[in-house]
């Protein structure tokens, strides 16, 4: 009986093994993304934006604000983003093979044009979409987080 066990064991890691590589390969490649979007937040770089994001893309913020791509395009010209930080806590979600969910903690420090410099700390949640081989992000939401 021990030996069964024991086989049935040896056969689920080899199986689970290599799915959990996967998974922990996607969430670096769908975290690697989300900080290249920050960073490109950070440096204004709205050409590099309008090549990055989804055409649909919809952000909501912790503030309840809503932008599509466009919008946010505009907002980032008068957002000043000084510094962000990524807890290593981060996961990912997959929903479907082309569909993951990537959460995170972030604490952000910036200010929209003429307002004062403020402190975010929130639980994001961005949905990874792999349209022609490539993953793109198509939701990204904020929750304030103490």
Known sequence: MIGRRSLALAAFVTL????????ESLRDELMALERRNWEYTKARDRAALRRFL??????????????????????????RLDSYEIAPTYAVRPIAPDVALLIYRVTS?????LDRTRFDKVLA?????????????????????P
């Open 16 to 23: 689970v093994g290599p799915a959990a590589r996967a998974q």
């Open 54 to 79: 989804a055409d649909d893309l919809l952000q909501i913020f912790s503030d309840g604000s809503r932008y599509d791509k466009r919008d946010f395009l505009d907002y980032v010209a008068n957002y």
């Open 109 to 113: 420090r910036g200010a929209a044009r």
């Open 125 to 145: 949640t961005s949905v990874y979409v792999r349209r022609n081989g490539k993953w793109t992000s198509v939701l990204y939401q904020e929750t304030p987080s």
